[in-house]
């Protein structure tokens, strides 16, 4: 549930799937007030059916839950929100 460099993301999965390990990249928008009242904005990419196998999970972990599509695409996404907030 870190932040990484989306084309390193991509490439790790790629490395993954070699090995029929499916990935998910999953940053978060809000801090650790943010997660302790349980607000944290999560965005999710990767395989679609993995997403949909934790859909319940991450629903719990946060107060709104975004699958966005391929790997790299959150991580992408998070740094332009990142950039918004500076």
Do not use: R, W
Request: net charge negative; glycine share 6%.
């Amino acid at each position: 549930m870190s932040t990484i460099d989306p084309v390193e993301s991509k490439n790790i999965a790629k490395e993954l799937q070699q090995h029929q390990i499916e990935k998910l990249e999953i940053p978060v928008m809000g801090g650790p007030n943010v997660a302790i009242s349980g607000d944290l904005v999560m965005m999710v990419s990767g395989e679609k059916n993995s997403y949909e196998y934790c859909k319940n999970i991450f629903e719990k972990i946060a107060n709104k839950v975004f699958f966005l599509g391929e790997n790299g695409i959150a991580h992408s996404v998070k740094l332009a929100m990142n950039l918004q907030i500076t």
